[in-house]
Each structure stands twice: as structure tokens, then as C-alpha cells.
């Protein structure tokens, strides 16, 4: 069986890494002691719903992405969108576009 603290703490700690917020500096803007963040990102402490609330805010994700566990490789990502593509023309243009911002970026 999963241990559901630990995969939200892996959350927490990719989530915090990716927008580059250090351990201590995150505790201190939620108001909880660094080693309190780090049991939490360790899976040794869930996080209460307050710290939840105030982590989402900060890091600027919604409160269920702590929760979002798929795994998924690049194979079946590239399936995945290859078939969406085909049978979605809108989202053919919209994807199209977006990459064509990020392109000449």
C-alpha cells in the first residue's frame, strides 16, 4: 500500500524545488519551523489543511496538485497527445499556437 504522506511530501518538495524556494525560506513564509517542512516533505508529518492552504498560496498551485501522483513516460504522454490531436482540431490550434509563442520567445 502507498504511503499517501509521503507521496503529497514528494509533491511538496518538487513543487517548492521547481519554483525555487529553499526549505527555510518557504517555512518562513508559511509560518512553520524548517525541520516542520522538511518531516512534511519526508512523509513523516502530513500537512495540516491550513498548511495546505497557505503552501498553495505561496507557491501559486491549487491545493489538489499536492495531490496528483501519475506517473507517466514520455511514450504514452506523446500517445496520449498524438491521439487527442487527431480527434480534436481545436486543440490542434490552441497547442499549435502555444507552441509557436514559445518558439519565437
Known sequence: ??????LVGQRIKTI????KFTQEKL?????IEPQSLSYME???FAPSPDTLQK????LGVKPFEFYYFEDI?????EKTLIHALQNDKKLL???YNIYKSIQYS
Open 27 to 31: 517555512a518562513e513564509q508559511i509560518g
Open 93 to 95: 490550434k490552441i497547442l
Open 16 to 19: 517548492r524545488k521547481n519554483k
Open 73 to 77: 513516460t514520455e511514450v504514452e504522454m
Open 1 to 6: 500500500m502507498t504511503d499517501i504522506k509521503k
Open 42 to 44: 519526508s512523509g513523516k
Open 55 to 58: 503552501l498553495s498560496e505561496i
